[in-house]
């Protein structure tokens, strides 16, 4: 059981406040962030958009500087691959409604978001402590805001050449399957996740403390039994 954190989903829109209709191709989209940030689009063989579409910066931004505010965001109706996690109960998921939403994963990210508990208002996209070059990938850690993807992906990011600690994790799951050190070595842990990691580990020290109590009542019946 996730640690319950004050949910904030009360305060988002049931739908986005400004109309957004996903762009799906270079035709006629107009970027949502211009001058921070646009959509470098990848058809697919079959025209739709595929998972190959990036986000690319439009300008350099410092290290930390803001790239944009989630201010278009809305509940989401339900857990999806667009969604993102913002708390620990089952329906504290929110759609970007922005290019944002074209933010890859990177086990060695160049951005950061932040959903700082109980302010929506506050939430952003942060460059990460290297910043961003213009053209450069904006990507994401999944398992920053994420605890446990309903279905995990094979990453491709590559990442082992900047520092060691930012090596591809391969499989990407969650934050349930990382250890607080593996999230951590990547940067931003958002507290919902902190929270829920914190859980985790008091479970499973009580799971070893209730083994362990087995263990020794098996092990003094055997003593006693052989006395
Ligand atoms: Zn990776």
Redesign the pocket.
């Known amino acids: 059981m996730p640690v319950p954190v004050a949910s904030v989903k009360d305060q988002l829109p049931a739908a986005a406040p400004k109309s957004w209709p996903k762009p799906m191709s270079a035709e006629g989209y107009s970027p949502s962030n211009p001058g921070a940030f646009h959509v470098v689009f990848a058809p697919s063989a079959d025209g739709s958009e595929s998972f190959s579409s990036k986000l690319v910066a439009d300008r350099a931004f410092a290290p930390g500087e803001r790239l944009a505010l989630l201010d278009n965001k809305s509940l989401a109706p339900v857990k999806a691959y667009s969604s993102v996690q913002f708390g620990n109960g089952p329906h504290d998921h929110l759609e970007l409604n922005s290019d944002l939403l074209f933010m890859n994963h ?2 060695d990210p160049s951005a950061e978001m932040y959903l700082y508990a109980g302010a929506p208002e506050r939430w952003e996209v942060l460059a990460g402590p290297r910043g961003l070059a213009e053209g450069q990938d904006i990507t994401f850690f999944y398992p920053s805001t994420e605890w446990d993807m309903a279905q995990g992906f094979d ?1 491709s ?1 590559g ?1 082992k050449v900047s520092t060691q600690q930012h090596t ?2 391969g499989r990407v799951y969650g934050a349930a399957h990382l250890t607080l050190e593996e999230l951590e070595a990547r940067g931003l842990v958002n507290e919902h996740i902190r929270a829920a990691k914190a859980e985790q580990a008091a479970a499973a020290r009580a799971k070893g403390a209730a083994n362990a109590v087995k263990t020794n009542g098996v092990a003094n019946g055997v003593a006693n039994g052989v006395h």
Do not use: G, H, R, V
């Open positions: 990177s086990c990453c990011c990442a591809c994790l």
